[in-house]
């Protein structure tokens, strides 16, 4: 595995190499905040006075991940790191280059247009810090401040403020009663922000900390009622939830209301995320009825079942006996008969011939059933076995089966 140490000398020789042909190179953002604060390290970003071309021209293996906006991936020794031409937003600027973008050759007016002190700090490859916006100052007293005035940092970026409430939640920092001034002003501005951002930034905030002062900051400041989805949850209901993660907290809500599934779409999640929420919602409907905890762990992933018992304490949803009864699923799932339909001993197949039928929609509430009875250990998981036990509970009436006895 690669240790954070290793991973900043790798980068460490991206640096020297502008360094040889006369540039220079800064470790930046997140890495220098997170090694600071003595946090794990995952990504190392390098920002640069080297133009894209010439970056791509430095170094043997580059990836253009965004040229247009100053960002090449370089890889050293096969390790990533996002290495950024010096930018700025808006229309002070040295140098336009391709499109919108425009480039400075500055370290420091880069700094100035980031978004927070504790993001705005650079680092040179011996790792001397250089720090012109106070970021350590706010580092120790845990502040997330702006670079400069909020309003002027938000309106070159509205997802900003979601970033800011992001990471009150993953650092458990407090927020500048200026940039929360801010938020409360210009928090519409966050329409224009395109959903995919907005939720990337949610998806790591439910993941952080203190997730519960994020979420009140948000209602405070009326974000709430320009993020996707949740816009449509009062205040008051959105904070007294508890989740850790964004797909707890939908589902949570969406089965204390159920007519706020019409506005997931929203909130463009993937697909994978939209399954987590629905199953979870069948695992709460599972445990209402009651089903057999064979079944219930037959039927849903590990982990939608312990996300599921997660949003259930958490929130002191449903009663005593289906938190056991959930809490029993889960401890069923390693001894199953069977992990899932290909394990059973008979297919559709094996089936019609052994009772000389057709094809039909029988076949499949014939293999449901059996495979219900092998799960629930009434019948063995054996060929001959399974298919006597269907034979008891069919006729066969000039192949055409009807069912005796059902599940
Ligand atoms: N809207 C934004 C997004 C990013 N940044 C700057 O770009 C850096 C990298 O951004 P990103 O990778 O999105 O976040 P990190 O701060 O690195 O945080 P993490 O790695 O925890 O996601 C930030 O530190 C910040 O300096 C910014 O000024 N404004």
Not at 17 to 34: I, L, M, P, S, T
Not at 103 to 111: R, V
Not at 209 to 225: D, P, Q, R, Y
Request: charged share 30%; aromatic share 8%; with cysteine.
């Amino acid at each position: 595995m690669m240790t954070e140490q290793n991973l900043f000398k790798t980068g460490a020789k991206i640096i020297e190499r502008f360094e040889k042909h006369n540039y220079e190179g800064f470790f930046v953002g997140g890495a220098v905040r997170d090694y600071t604060l003595g946090r794990s390290v995952s990504d190392v970003d390098i920002t640069t006075n080297a133009l894209p071309d010439e970056i791509e021209n430095l170094f043997e293996k580059t990836i253009d991940v965004g040229k247009e906006h100053g960002t090449i991936i370089v890889l050293m020794d096969d390790i990533p790191f996002e290495v950024t031409t010096y930018r700025v937003e808006g229309e002070y600027t040295d140098h336009r280059r391709p499109d919108n973008v425009y480039f400075t050759q500055h370290l420091t007016e880069d700094l100035s247009r980031r978004d927070f002190t504790i993001n705005a700090m650079a680092m040179t490859q011996a790792m001397e810090l250089h720090d012109p916006h106070n970021g350590i100052k706010d580092l120790n007293n845990r502040l997330i401040n702006t670079v400069g005035l909020a309003k002027e940092r938000f309106y070159e970026d509205a997802l900003r403020m979601v970033r800011a409430v992001r990471f009150m939640s993953q650092l458990d920092f407090k927020l500048a009663d200026e940039a929360r001034e801010a938020i409360k002003e210009h928090a519409a501005a966050l329409d224009y922000v395109a959903v995919e951002r907005i939720t990337a930034e949610l998806e790591k905030l439910y993941r952080g900390i203190n997730v519960e002062s994020a979420k009140e900051m948000i209602a405070h400041t009326g974000l709430l009622k320009y993020m996707p989805f949740f816009r449509h949850i009062e205040a008051g209901e959105y904070v007294s939830t508890k989740a850790e993660s964004l797909v707890q907290e939908i589902a949570v809500h969406i089965y204390k209301d159920s007519s706020l599934s019409q506005h997931l779409s929203a909130l463009k999640l993937s697909n994978k995320q939209k399954t987590a929420i629905r199953e979870s919602l069948k695992v709460i409907e599972a445990l209402e009825d009651g089903i057999d905890e064979k079944l219930i762990a037959y039927r849903f992933e590990t982990g939608i079942l312990t996300g599921t018992d997660a949003i259930i304490r958490l929130n002191a949803l449903l009663g005593a006996q289906h938190a056991k009864l959930l809490e029993q699923s889960i401890a069923a799932k390693p001894d199953l008969v069977i992990k899932n339909r290909s394990e059973l001993r008979i297919n559709g197949n094996s089936l019609m011939s052994a009772l000389n039928a057709r094809g039909g929609p029988w076949l499949r509430d014939c293999l449901d059933s059996a495979e219900e009875a092998v799960l629930l250990g009434t019948v063995n998981n054996n060929e001959s076995e399974i298919i006597n036990w269907v034979k008891s509970h069919v006729k066969n009436e000039d192949g055409n089966i009807v069912f005796t006895d059902g599940r």
